[in-house]
């Protein structure tokens, strides 16, 4: 008979239920693997359990409450006292990332946090464990399937973005209040907890710049496809001139990029090295059993000896954030359709360095419009083009830019 594994269960919601039942379910599967049997010694709620008598009857901790306070309190005590800690709370971990780490690695003990990003997505174990070697240039991710979910309804339907946000509601893709995740601040979360484990430096969620997708228009995405773009919410975490740049915003993709085809409520990340070219992996994004599936995965990794992993990557210097980066960008305009517009518009973008890599007009009379894709160029000076632009005598309404990720990889 194997011994017992105990795991206290702080959260018992949609994930905290679902990743107790999995592990009821897979316990004597995980015996042979492990040569322990886990089940869960104690649970915590709001209206159960105390977190003393959780914390002193077990052997490990897995938190999914969420929040940010008592959370972290509950996680330090935990790994204080020796236990291993495995948590899909994205918000702690993006917050409280460095003071957790430093926890765990000060009492030998281990902080998994698979479940936090990309839901069922192996990214933490691969950025830790498999990609250890490579040194990484660029993480690109479509971390949060609410918003990618209403991108690819608008794309393929025409959906306005309010349409889209309602039917995401009806099938239960997006929460009755939407905000974290359409402003960009859940993927903001998630993209400084990459950034961290990929560049080994500190990174807080304040470092991360983030927009969201509510203003985006079925205009916007028509015009693109013309264009050969996909619209998708993308995070980025690269390494520019010495320092890091961490970021969530709507780009499009042109089709050879491995993202462009991740669609509804999948979630995927490609990294990008130069060992390895790039690795893209994807998978269903969030959900209370893939997500209990992602934190059981951890489990069984902490119960087995030796401890792998212990704390996760070790933090060197902090590098600098930089806020002004090179892109690539698509800029719609809605013009007065007379002689000399493409060349009035290309003069001033010129001033700033910027060359154009396609174009598409339409229309005719007062309501034309002309949509440009330009090649990369610094965020600052596009914008200072736009400002321009958006002053000449024949523009309609003010410029709309969306970046563009002219990367493929065919
Ligand atoms: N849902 C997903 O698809 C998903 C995906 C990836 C990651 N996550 C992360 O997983 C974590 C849990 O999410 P969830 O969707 O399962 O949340 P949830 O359904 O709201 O469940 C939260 C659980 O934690 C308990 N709890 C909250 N505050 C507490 C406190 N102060 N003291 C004691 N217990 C407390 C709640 O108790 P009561 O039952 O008494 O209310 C509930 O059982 C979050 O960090 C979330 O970001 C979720």
Known sequence: ????????????????????????????????????????????????????????????????????????????????????????NKQLLAAHG????????????????EGAVAGVVPVIRVLQESLAAAHVERIHGIVNGTTNYILTEMAARGLTYDQALEQAKELGYAEADPTDDVTGRDAAAKMAILARLAFSTPVHLDQVVYEGIEHLTADDIEYAKELGLGLKLIGTAERVDGGISVRVHPAFLYAGHPLASVH??????????????????????????QTASAVLGDVISAMIPPASGVGGNDISEALPVVNDVESAFYLHMEVADRPGVLAQVAELLGMQGASIRSVVQKGLGENARLVLVLHP??????????????????????????RVIDEEFT
């Open 377 to 402: 160029l610094l965020e600052s000076r596009f914008y200072a083009a736009v400002r321009l632009i958006g002053q000449l005598d024949f523009i309609r309404s003010a410029p709309r830019a969306i």
């Open 1 to 88: 008979m194997a011994e017992t594994f105990r795991v206290g269960l702080l959260g018992h919601g949609t994930v905290g239920s679902a990743f107790a039942e999995l592990l009821a379910e897979r316990a004597d599967a995980i015996v042979p693997v492990t040569g322990l049997r886990p089940e869960i010694s104690g649970v915590l709620t709001r209206s159960r359990g105390s977190f003393e008598e959780v914390l002193s009857g077990s052997d490990l901790i897995v938190e999914l409450m969420g929040g940010l306070e008592p959370a972290r309190d509950y996680v330090l005590r935990a790994m204080r006292a020796g236990r291993h800690v495995v948590s899909a």
């Open 264 to 289: 509804g409520p999948f979630n995927a990340v490609t990294v990008e090295s130069e060992t390895i070219t790039e690795v893209t992996l994807s998978g269903p994004g969030a959900g209370g059993p």
């Open 98 to 113: 460095e003071e957790l780490s430093a926890c765990a690695r000060e009492h030998g003990v281990q902080l998994r946090f």
